[in-house]
Nanobody, 115 residues
Framework: QVQLVESGGGLVQPGGSLRLSCTASPVFFSRDTTAWYPQVPGRQRALVAQIMCGGLTDYVDSLKGRFTISRDLAKNTVSLQMNRLKAEDTAVYYC?????????WGQGTQVTAAA
């Protein structure tokens, strides 16, 4: 199974930006679906962005225009650029990848948008 490691989380003021990275070991394949799922305490993880076979992307409607998902297969990395962050974006962000029909999750990275 692929191992996923997230990085790039932290504390940022509302209106600021963060870029999360998910690095795969050993590799991401172009046919994989990779996605980001934030989770707040007491609630289920909810998909916000995914990148699929051939680089096709999809976003939850409420985040279109603020978040951008991208993939660099040469670096085995999927990134989530988050702009104009709001307090309600605060969550642990988990990287997910479906590879060879198997579900894989990272350990998560904390994102906090607060003054």
């Amino acid at each position: 199974q692929v191992q996923l490691v997230e990085s790039g989380g932290g504390l940022v003021q509302p209106g600021g930006s963060l870029r999360l990275s998910c690095t795969a070991s050993p590799v991401f394949f172009s046919r994989d679906t990779t996605a980001w799922y934030p989770q707040v305490p007491g609630r289920q993880r909810a998909l916000v962005a995914q990148i699929m076979c051939g680089g096709l992307t999809d976003y939850v409607d409420s985040l279109k225009g603020r978040f951008t998902i991208s993939r660099d297969l040469a670096k085995n990395t999927v990134s989530l650029q988050m702009n104009r962050l709001k307090a309600e974006d605060t969550a642990v962000y988990y990287c997910y990848c479906k590879q060879w029909g198997l579900d894989n999750w990272g350990q998560g990275t904390q994102v906090t948008a607060a003054a």
